[in-house]
């Protein structure tokens, strides 16, 4: 197996997230493509969306140095059977730097398609595991718009076998929630 394991948290000492999502990697066990978001990336401009709608065989070198990254991305998903992803919640939403990771790797026709009858995702056959780590929003709750937007994006790339561990509103009891979340996890490998 091999896993594509992401962490989005800023924070390298103390992220929930961060130990949740090692946990899980040595749990499952395999292969590992690391990609710590927290080294930065930088959003979509319009040389990059440019460059997403020309078609591959007529891009110009500086289209293709635009999309370099992007394709290093996507190569890194297509090649993994599982995604690991810490993402904790701030303010509200995802980290930016985890929207942008999500903006490189949504790309159409090599992610996606779309047909007469909507989008389709290319992605098919991964599972992913996402870690949702927040102070004090609980995880699918009306002002909870992270979890739903990494379900919605994970099902819209073709990866549909989508698992959440969830360690939210630490500030009110975080030794329980991790120690809830940790349970969840060992029974990942089962």
């Not at 929930?16 to 690391?34: C, H, P």
């Not at 979890?147 to 819209?156: E, K, V, Y």
């Amino acid at each position: 197996m091999t896993i594509l394991h992401i962490d989005a948290s800023a924070r390298s000492d103390g992220s929930v997230s961060r130990k949740l999502t090692a946990s899980i990697v040595d749990q499952l066990g395999g292969e590992v493509i690391r990609r710590d978001l927290a080294d930065g990336l930088p959003f979509v401009d319009e040389a990059w969306v440019g460059a997403t709608f020309t078609p591959t065989d007529q891009r110009t070198q500086d289209q293709k140095h635009a999309l370099a990254l992007s394709d290093k991305l996507v190569a890194e998903l297509q090649a993994a059977d599982t995604l690991v992803i810490g993402a904790p919640i701030y303010n509200f939403g995802v980290p930016a730097v985890l929207k942008a990771w999500i903006d490189m790797i949504a790309r159409l026709g090599v992610t996606f398609k779309y047909t007469s009858d909507g989008p389709v995702g290319l992605l098919e056959g991964k599972r992913a595991v996402i870690v949702i780590a927040s102070g004090g929003t609980a995880a699918w709750s009306d002002i909870d718009f992270a979890t739903p937007h990494l379900r919605q994006i994970m099902t819209f790339v073709g990866i549909n076998d989508v698992e959440f561990v969830i360690a939210d509103t630490l500030g009110a009891g975080a030794d329980q929630k991790i120690a809830a979340a940790q349970t969840q996890i060992d029974a990942l490998a089962a």
